[in-house]
């Protein structure tokens, strides 16, 4: 078992906290990983730790964690479920590429697979490539940048990401990239330059900040993996899936079923944080979820 930052571990590492940007910060000291034997219920579980007031944990978040995080902190320890969505369907109006022609737009930070609507997917049925449907007024209103609950998000293009225009990589906002251009790269294991300058991979990672930093870390023998599943799915029929992250080779999986489990990372606010014991040991949820929030606010762990 590994677990958040103490400060102690961090000056050990030679790590300065406070120099941190406060998102990436809150994951390493105060963030917990919930797995679940479904999506709908490790994301669940992590929004309800993180209350409203924090956050769950999005790829680009997740990827600077685990380039920062010593290698006795929780973050380096497995694969995570990200709160980033790739969704893909038709650019309507021709606002990022042409009226017409296929989109993908990767959200980051939370967009509209919620846990409710993840189960509503599998209830009325899955696309055949297992991703959720995507009704087409959803998808009108994802092109303006607006959720379901009304809520709003800045849409930046791959060129925003190379430049570093997004003011806040860690937050809420969409990615949107010519489906063929994603279509046209490869789903699998790439060496550092195929996988630092493939389109795709940038999109997914938000930022550049720490995206070389990370293949350094995660690559096996000089590889590491990049998948998806966008040759086939019909564009015209909007649909999306979450994306996962892993260390080890395997890279960005972007290629799970939406009936695969999940295992996302709710981060707490500063003020639940120290309720529940700040910087102190937390522990992962296990696949059953038997350790409560309760027991967590009183302090008791387990090994």
Same mark, same amino acid.
């Given at each position: 078992?590994?677990?958040?930052?103490?400060r102690?571990?961090?000056?050990?590492?030679?790590?300065?906290?406070?120099?941190?940007?406060?998102? %990436?910060?809150?994951? !390493?000291?105060? $963030?917990?990983? +919930?797995?679940?034997? #479904? &999506?709908? *219920?490790?994301?669940?579980?992590?929004?309800?730790?993180?209350?409203?007031?924090?956050?769950?944990?999005?790829?680009?978040?997740?990827?600077?964690?685990?380039?920062?995080?010593?290698?006795?902190?929780?973050?380096?320890?497995?694969?995570?479920?990200?709160?980033?969505?790739?969704?893909?369907?038709?650019?309507?109006?021709?606002?990022?590429?042409?009226?017409?022609?296929p989109?993908?737009?990767?959200?980051?930070?939370?967009?509209?697979?919620?846990?409710?609507?993840?189960?509503?997917?599998?209830?009325?049925?899955?696309?055949?490539?297992?991703?959720?449907k995507?009704?087409?007024?959803?998808?009108?209103?994802? %092109?303006k940048?607006? !959720?379901?609950? $009304?809520?709003? +998000?800045?849409?930046? #293009? &791959?060129? *925003?990401?190379?430049?570093?225009?997004?003011?806040?990589?860690?937050?809420?906002?969409?990615?949107?990239?010519?489906?063929?251009?994603?279509?046209?790269?490869?789903?699998?294991?790439?060496?550092?330059?195929q996988?630092?300058?493939?389109?795709?991979?940038?999109?997914?990672?938000?930022t550049?900040?720490?995206?070389?930093?990370?293949?350094?870390?995660?690559?096996?023998?000089?590889?590491?993996?990049?998948?998806?599943?966008?040759?086939?799915?019909?564009?015209?029929?909007?649909?999306?899936?979450?994306?996962?992250?892993?260390?080890?080779?395997?890279?960005?999986?972007?290629?799970?079923?939406?009936?695969?489990?999940?295992?996302?990372?709710?981060?707490?606010?500063?003020?639940?944080?120290?309720?529940?014991?700040?910087?102190?040991?937390?522990?992962?949820?296990n696949?059953?979820?038997?350790?409560?929030?309760?027991?967590?606010?009183?302090?008791?762990?387990?090994?």
């Open positions: 078992m590994k677990f958040p930052f103490s102690t571990q961090a000056k050990e590492t030679g790590l300065d906290l406070d120099l941190l940007p406060r998102e %990436l910060k809150l994951l !390493l000291t105060t $963030g917990n990983s +919930f797995l679940a034997n #479904t &999506l709908a *219920d490790s994301l669940e579980q992590a929004r309800t730790y993180a209350t409203p007031s924090g956050f769950v944990a999005s790829l680009p978040l997740l990827i600077a964690g685990k380039v920062t995080a010593g290698k006795k902190n929780y973050i380096r320890e497995n694969w995570f479920t990200a709160l980033s969505e790739q969704n893909t369907g038709m650019d309507l109006t021709g606002a990022f590429t042409k009226a017409g022609k989109l993908i737009l990767l959200i980051h930070g939370g967009g509209i697979l919620t846990p409710e609507r993840i189960r509503q997917a599998h209830r009325e049925g899955l696309t055949p490539h297992y991703t959720a995507i009704k087409q007024e959803e998808w009108k209103n994802l %092109l940048g607006t !959720l379901p609950n $009304g809520e709003n +998000f800045q849409i930046y #293009t &791959l060129e *925003d990401v190379r430049k570093a225009n997004i003011p806040n990589p860690f937050g809420r906002y969409a990615v949107a990239l010519d489906l063929e251009t994603a279509q046209s790269t490869y789903s699998g294991s790439q060496n550092e330059k996988f630092l300058n493939n389109p795709l991979t940038q999109a997914r990672a938000g550049l900040q720490y995206f070389a930093d990370y293949f350094n870390k995660a690559a096996f023998r000089g590889t590491l993996g990049n998948y998806h599943r966008l040759v086939g799915p019909d564009p015209q029929q909007p649909q999306g899936r979450v994306l996962f992250v892993y260390d080890f080779i395997t890279g960005f999986l972007g290629l799970n079923i939406l009936d695969y489990n999940g295992r996302f990372v709710g981060v707490a606010p500063e003020a639940r944080a120290q309720k529940i014991g700040g910087l102190s040991l937390t522990p992962e949820q696949l059953e979820g038997r350790l409560t929030l309760e027991q967590q606010e009183g302090g008791l762990s387990t090994a």
